[in-house]
């Protein structure tokens, strides 16, 4: 049987024009989504205001619960571009003082339909007055990705858990989250950030892809000079540790 030939490699010249026309693309794209969800939610706030004058607070929650989503929705949409200028160095992190808990309560929300219908237990250890100096939108992507992964391979019934400390001795800031869930393989723990890393689930015979959800948090928290890896923790299987200097606040 005869076999295909390997591609031949693109001359420089060539893959750079092919990258800024995947990039243009990317723009366009990100462009014609933001601009129908963003309507969205000027729609919802109208309502939100309508539905106000009937005290309907059950309404109102899903009104709201919307809005999280649709802001969860934008934010996946920012990372199309966002991926390709944190790689290029051309976006930077641009660090202020940030109380980490409103971050959390961010994603936590954002999460929370996923977490109630998988019947999760999440457990958060964050020090309520605790303030960083970090990128607020980019980490604030950081543990929306990193929450809705743990959530999303937790098993049913099971716990994520949330830890975020200071270590003063190393100078470094150190979150880290993880679910009661199965490790992932030693083989995996590398590649598991690559840009479109994809894993055969030994449950139920699906295909698990993590899109660009993992790449993207590697790329932000390098962009804080920080590290991302997974690893074993107690009874928590697959727990992602970030570490990031911890400059003065």
């Not at 420089?12 to 990258?19: F, G, N, T, V, Y």
């Not at 009937?54 to 109102?60: D, I």
């Not at 605790?130 to 959530?151: K, T, Y």
């Not at 019934?157 to 949330?162: H, I, P, W, Y």
Request: aromatic share 4%; with cysteine.
């Amino acid at each position: 049987m005869a076999t295909r030939p390997a591609a031949a490699a693109l001359p420089p010249d060539s893959a750079r024009e092919l990258r800024e026309k995947k990039r243009v693309l990317a723009q366009l794209v990100v462009h014609d989504l933001r601009s129908p969800l963003s309507a969205v939610q000027g729609c919802l706030q109208l309502m939100k205001e309508e539905i106000a004058l009937t005290g309907n607070e059950r309404a109102l929650q899903y009104i709201d619960d919307a809005n999280v989503l649709l802001h969860k929705a934008l934010g996946l949409v920012s990372t199309i571009l966002d991926v390709d200028e944190l790689e290029d160095g051309i976006l930077r992190a641009h660090l202020v003082p940030t109380r980490v808990i409103e971050l959390i309560d961010r994603a936590r929300a954002g999460n929370r339909a996923h977490v109630e219908v998988r019947g999760l237990r999440v457990d958060v250890d964050v020090d309520p007055e605790l303030v960083v100096r970090i990128d607020r939108e980019l980490f604030g992507r950081v543990f929306e990705n990193l929450l809705d992964n743990a959530s999303r391979y937790a098993p049913r019934g099971g716990r994520v858990a949330v830890s975020i400390r200071r270590d003063e001795a190393a100078g470094e800031l150190e979150v880290a989250i993880g679910n009661s869930g199965p490790p992932v393989a030693a083989a995996e723990r590398e590649t598991i950030f690559g840009r479109y890393f994809q894993v055969e689930a030994r449950r139920a015979a699906a295909r698990a892809n993590r899109g660009l959800g993992l790449y993207f948090c590697k790329l932000a928290v390098e962009a804080h000079a920080g590290t991302i890896h997974v690893e074993e923790r107690g009874d928590l299987g697959a727990v992602f540790v970030v570490r990031i200097p911890d400059p003065a606040v």
